[in-house]
């Protein structure tokens, strides 16, 4: 999926002998601000685009949903797909990347601390936690929302859950910023890059082999605690298996998150009138998370491969070939939202709410931590409201990472001002 420098313009009209050349530019670092025209141009003309890679973009709602929820459809080859040859202790991923029945057991092992009615207990910590930052964003009233609200929150809780001490967060967010990038296809990424994944991956599996045998002996009230029990039982989690769980946990737990509190907070600033209207009506928050998911992915896309042979959007996949599935595109489908352009925070409001959007998959690999991120970002709307807090960029354009599966801003400047009149308790 290399970039090239075209003068094509992302529309309809677009010959479909560019439209490879178009999408492929979405790539491209210049649109990562905004690759949805282009996204747009390859939906329009095709569903699916073979890559350099060997594998098809699939650019469909439809298409995506069926591979999602069709077993037949293995998850469990992505490291070969995106990563050949590399070792799995420079990628740890676990049930991440796995099928049943592996991915069965070791999902069920960590299940049960991410249901939604655990996530809701942790409410009243997110809660507090969230009012803290926002307190110390309003006194200094310009601040990175990245480094200031959107890796804060999410890392903080996620590590809180794990039993990681709050002195070793600093190391745990650079260590996830080299495995997120890291799970672009190799061929992307830069030798640097590669060489801070693995260092990334094998400082983290050292952190938590050493962080599981303090807990062996001091028990707390934390899931490595309660892997670490699990483990000792015999053959159910081997160390490798535990190990990689953590480090898969900490990364995907707070990762996307971060995308999601600065992708939401861009929609509502770039959208006041969604934002007047939330404000106006609080209990569209829920709903709002959902449209903020949908609008701008957290998680741009994912992969599949074939088991056996099978039909997809009119083309036949043999046993052993592989798609990359394009969340950003899928969720701006006009055939599955209408207006998909448009963000509207009452399209997952009322009795008949819009399709669900595929930002946390489907099917047996749904996200695991879906109800704690919508938790935390239900809750930062809910304090942005609370305080009635008007917000402004400080930048015109803002600076991208360099990551395209969990695609998100790198920068982003802005001023956060408190209504005198809002009761702040």
Known sequence: MSAHETDIEPDVATSRADVPRAVFDAFSPEHWPDPYPWYAAARAADPLFPTPLGVHLVTRYQDCAAVLQDNNWSHAHEAELFHPGVDQLDLPTSFLWMDPPDHTRLRGLVSKAFTPRTVADLRPRIERLVTDLFDAIIEAREV?????LA??????IIAELLGAPAEDHPNLQ??????A???DPDPLLLPEERDARSQAAREFVAYFRALITRRRAEPADDLISGLAAVEEQGDILTENEMLATCVTLLVAGHETSVNLVANGILALIRNPDQYALLRSAPELAAPA???????DSPVHMTTRLAHQRAQLAGHTFGAGDGVVLLFGSANRDPAAFPDPERFDITRYAGQT???RHLTFSLGIHYCLGAPLARLEMEIVLRELIRRGITMT????????????????????PARFEQQSSAAVP
């Open 393 to 412: 960029p400080l930048a015109d354009d803002l600076a991208y990472r360099r990551n395209l599966v969990l695609r998100g801003i790198a920068s982003f």
């Open 353 to 355: 709410p819009a399709k």
């Open 144 to 148: 990175d929302v990245i480094t200031a």
């Open 181 to 183: 990038r890291g799970f």
């Open 289 to 295: 998370v959902e449209e903020m998911l949908r609008y």
């Open 151 to 156: 890796y804060p929150l999410p890392l903080t």
């Open 174 to 179: 650079r260590w996830s910023g080299a495995l």
